[in-house]
T-cell receptor, first 110, second 112 residues
């Protein structure tokens, strides 16, 4: 199935820095989802977006559904060591199928 | 909170064994999915089900089958386990009409 283009693949940042990652698609999506996965665990849903232009926050996390409906970004402000993990975007082009990005591995240096 | 529970966190099976991975969700979701996750390959869809007794092949169904006899339970079956099926297996469920998908904690299967 189609994979979303997620970038960057990995980031190594200093504690306290802000982080931004994004996903793009060649087709229009109806829903964008952002997940975090820690080692040995299943992905946990962080933010869900349902309308073009929607901007939603969850604590230090903010995500937006792009106006073109072909992209989404996730920002993390003032990163802390427990933000470490792999962040995945996912979307639904139509129906109930999910398409996933390749993930962004985030590493935070204390 | 939505709860998706996979029956085992870790499994070790021998080549040729028949393996059952069970997934149960408690939110009356219509749709359930099985993925496998491998380094560098991301999440790949094996099978999904949009209703009881209904199933559809995903991207990599070979060597697997599924069963959905009840709405809350979706089972993944490895008919004859092989070493290339060593992987992290993730179950997810999702209601119709969007509202996100929720994952279980994963089952790390090792086939020796």
């Amino acid at each position: 199935g189609q994979q979303l283009n997620q970038s960057p693949q990995s980031m190594f940042i200093q504690e306290g820095e802000d982080v931004s990652m994004n996903c793009t698609s060649s087709s229009i999506f109806n829903t964008w989802l952002w997940y975090k996965q820690e080692p040995g665990e299943g992905p946990v849903l962080l933010i869900a977006l349902y309308k073009a232009g929607e901007l939603t926050s969850n604590g230090r996390l903010t995500a937006q559904f792009g106006i073109t409906r072909k992209d989404s970004f996730l920002n993390i402000s003032a990163s802390i060591p427990s933000d470490v993990g792999i962040y995945f975007c996912a979307g639904t082009p139509a129906g109930n199928m999910l398409t996933f990005g390749g993930g962004t591995r985030l590493m935070v240096k204390p | 909170d939505v709860k998706v529970t996979q029956s085992s966190r870790y499994l070790v099976k021998r080549t040729g064994e028949k393996v059952f991975l069970e997934c149960v969700q408690d939110m009356d979701h219509e749709n359930m999915f099985w993925y496998r996750q491998d380094p560098g390959l991301g999440l790949r869809l094996i099978y999904f089900s949009y209703d009881v007794k209904m199933k559809e092949k995903g991207d990599i169904p070979e060597g697997y089958s599924v069963s959905r006899e009840k709405k809350e339970r979706f089972s993944l079956i490895l008919e004859s386990a092989s070493t290339n099926q060593t992987s992290m297996y993730l179950c997810a469920s999702r209601p119709d009409r969007g509202r996100g998908a929720f994952f279980g904690q994963g089952t790390r299967l090792t086939v020796v």
